[in-house]
């Protein structure tokens, strides 16, 4: 096998890279430049200029990437001229005010949220992290780490199933090797999986029984709260021995959604169903007759913790759509003000 079809190359892909350019994946980033895998092995690649005066930063390429690279003579160095399409783009808005979004994975099958048996388990965080992976385009996983360390996993297992409809969830510890080879079941050959979660939940060890190595770097959690310190510092595209692929990330502090409307749904579709049986459509589930969702309140099928969580994210949804619409109504402003600039700056014809 070719190596870049190693690395998920598929005929998609193929159709769509530009005549007399080399394919390639991009496997690590780095402040001005990328590693990428290409047919003729590893390259140190860049953005032509071109390319760079044509996007935004936000456009720019990501671990898990496929480029058309232009080869530098005689080097094993490229150039990249475009982006090849995605097939799924997981994000996260950016930290601070800015509406921006920022790109975690992309090109993966498989999301893998990641959560300890310890202070770590958050239902709560999980739902948004839920939302996010439902909206990217790959098949969200959960996944619940150290259960070397926890008495009864199946206990968390099922907060995870009332909250996470139609997603596989397995506990697994990397010291033991119990329930590692479910990850078998997801990475096989040219597959590509990404590991999201927080810092301290054990993505690195994770990684390190999965590649049958010490790759990864892995520092020890405080035990008074289990929070652990970064030990991922950027992002990488790793090959198995499964022949699948993985991308291990950042641990994330905070997660803040993105444009994940449609996500919502997907994740809440039990408030959905509910609502779906409302008597009139347009019920707004405070106090109108038949509400379904307020009788599902009341009698405790739908609990009221995951319907405050729903209504907080709904609202957080809501409040990012119209910041992203006003960013853009401010950015065509300037560049009306612009062209106006340049209008009356231009010396009149004579007749």
Not at 298 to 304: D, Q, T, V, Y
Request: charged fraction near 25%; include cysteine.
């Amino acid at each position: 096998m070719s190596i870049i079809k190693q690395y998920g190359w598929n005929e998609r892909f193929e159709q769509a890279l530009p005549e007399h350019t080399t394919p390639g994946r991009i496997i690590s980033e780095h402040k001005s430049s990328y590693r990428a895998i290409t047919e003729q092995g590893e390259w140190l690649i860049t953005l032509s200029g071109n390319f760079r005066h044509t996007h935004d930063t936000g456009e720019y390429p990501s671990v898990g990437d496929w480029v058309a690279l232009e080869q530098m003579p005689g080097e094993d160095k490229g150039i990249i001229h475009k982006l090849l399409p995605r097939s799924s783009r997981f994000t996260r808005k950016a930290n601070g005010e800015t509406s921006e979004l920022q790109t975690i994975a992309v090109n993966i099958d498989y999301i893998f949220l990641v959560m300890s048996l310890n202070h770590d388990f958050n239902v709560r965080r999980l739902e948004r992290y839920l939302i996010a992976a439902w909206d990217s385009g790959a098949m969200p996983v959960v996944v619940l780490t150290k259960s070397d360390q926890c008495d009864d996993p199946a206990v968390f297992l099922e907060q995870v199933d009332t909250t996470s409809f139609g997603v596989d969830a397995f506990a697994v510890s990397a010291v033991t090797d119990a329930g590692m080879d479910a990850f078998l079941r997801y990475l096989t050959e040219g597959k590509t999986g990404a590991l999201l979660g927080s810092s301290g939940v054990g993505k690195s060890s994770l990684i390190n029984a999965l590649t049958n190595s010490d790759t990864m770097a892995v520092q020890d959690i405080r035990e008074d709260d289990s929070k652990g310190r970064h030990t991922t510092t950027h992002r990488e595209l790793l090959l198995l021995p499964s022949g699948g692929l993985l991308i291990d990330t950042p641990g994330m502090r905070e997660f803040q959604l993105g444009d994940s409307a449609d996500g919502l749904d997907a994740s809440f579709q039990d408030v959905a169903s509910f609502a779906a049986e409302c008597r009139f459509r347009d019920c707004s589930h405070q106090k109108e007759p038949g509400c379904r969702i307020q009788s599902a309140l009341a009698s405790g099928e739908l609990p009221k913790d995951r319907y405050m969580s729903y209504l907080k994210l709904l609202r957080e949804l809501e409040y990012i759509e119209r910041k992203s619409n006003l960013a853009k109504q401010q950015a065509e402003r300037m560049v009306w003000k612009q062209r106006s600039k340049e209008l009356r700056s231009r010396p009149a014809k004579k007749r």
